[in-house]
């Protein structure tokens, strides 16, 4: 099978994140391509501004991409949007003439390497990082990749009681990064060396974002939700007792929303509650993300936005629509 031959094919979207207001960029899978035996995913971009017909474009890569980010515009280079496989190859795509580079993390992965799968890319301050399974941490400076797996992260046979799991990567700048995953994990970077931070929960952290100058929010199992930093500590403020977990978390007016399998919530600073939209079918969601004005929810098949008053619904083209 060539998947890039299915035109038109229903997908279901793995991970998104927002570039502007009105655009969108999203990763997806062809409903009828098995992921665990085709390298494949069809990347799209929302354009809201465009006229309809014209606001939805895709692309097919043969790469399984795990996780998307903005590399922001330089007096030097255009605007990127960056896609992430578990491989650990990266695809650099300028929207503005459409220009494609692809680059492959050094040993990231299984297939094409022997470290692990990737799990997360970001942008951070001026840079590009990365980690995913085997404590694998990536820099990306002057266009190589530089490992940062050091001190007290170490790369473990996957077998032993030492291996872990990186699951998101986020900070205020090159020299000051959280990591966190698997078991209660929280790592901090300060520019040259790692320490480990203590948490009370041994639950799997799945999403940590950092706003401002020093607040740190982290999301996993059991609902999960920490605030703090690495010198002050981090409380668990979730006031959750739902068997819920929170794959993606951003702020958004002040307020965070959480994205779990079965809906989306928000932490209005003192309790956790489930969002109505209003919507019919009410959103489902795993995937947030939010520019200063727009909240964008992703789900296996749903787009949805927020402009702090209004709920609104994107159908995909290929899919059928939700909205009945």
Not at 59 to 87: G, H, P, Y
Not at 101 to 119: C, F, N, V
């Amino acid at each position: 099978m060539d998947a890039r031959n299915t035109v038109g094919a229903e997908c279901y979207f793995i991970t998104g994140c927002a570039v502007e207001d009105d655009i969108v960029y999203l990763a997806a899978q062809l409903e009828d391509v098995d992921s665990s035996e085709y390298t494949h995913t069809r990347v799209n971009v929302y354009v809201g501004r465009f006229e309809p017909g014209r606001q939805w474009y895709s692309r097919d890569l043969n790469t399984n991409i795990v996780s998307v980010c903005v590399k922001k515009a330089t007096d030097f280079e255009l605007r990127q949007l960056v896609a992430l496989s578990k491989e650990g190859e990266v695809e650099f795509y300028t929207t503005k003439g459409g220009a494609s580079t692809q680059e492959k993390i050094p040993d990231a992965g299984l297939r094409l390497g022997d470290l692990g799968y990737m799990r997360s890319i970001r942008e951070i301050g001026h840079a590009i990082f990365a980690c995913g399974y085997n404590n694998q941490v990536y820099v990306r400076e002057d266009g190589l990749w530089k490992s940062m797996t050091m001190g007290p992260l170490q790369y473990h046979h996957a077998a032993s009681d030492s291996y872990g799991i990186l699951n998101a990567i986020d900070g205020f700048s090159e020299r000051n990064l959280y990591v966190v995953g698997w078991k209660g994990t929280v790592y901090h970077w300060d520019g040259h060396h790692w320490r480990k931070i203590h948490v009370k929960t041994e639950e799997n952290l799945t999403c940590v974002r950092c706003y401002g100058q020093d607040e740190v929010w982290i999301g996993g199992g059991n609902g999960t939700l920490l605030k703090g930093n690495f010198s002050v500590g981090f409380n668990d403020v979730g006031t959750f007792t739902d068997n819920e977990n929170f794959w993606s978390l951003t702020k958004y007016k002040d307020q965070i929303y959480l994205a779990s399998t079965n809906a989306l919530y928000v932490f209005d600073g003192r309790v956790i509650s489930r969002v109505t939209t209003r919507l019919v079918p009410e959103i489902e969601t795993y995937t947030v993300d939010s520019t200063n004005d727009i909240l964008w929810s992703i789900g296996a098949k749903d787009l949805v936005s927020f402009d702090g008053s209004v709920w609104k619904r994107y159908d995909h083209p290929d899919n059928p629509s939700i909205q009945p």
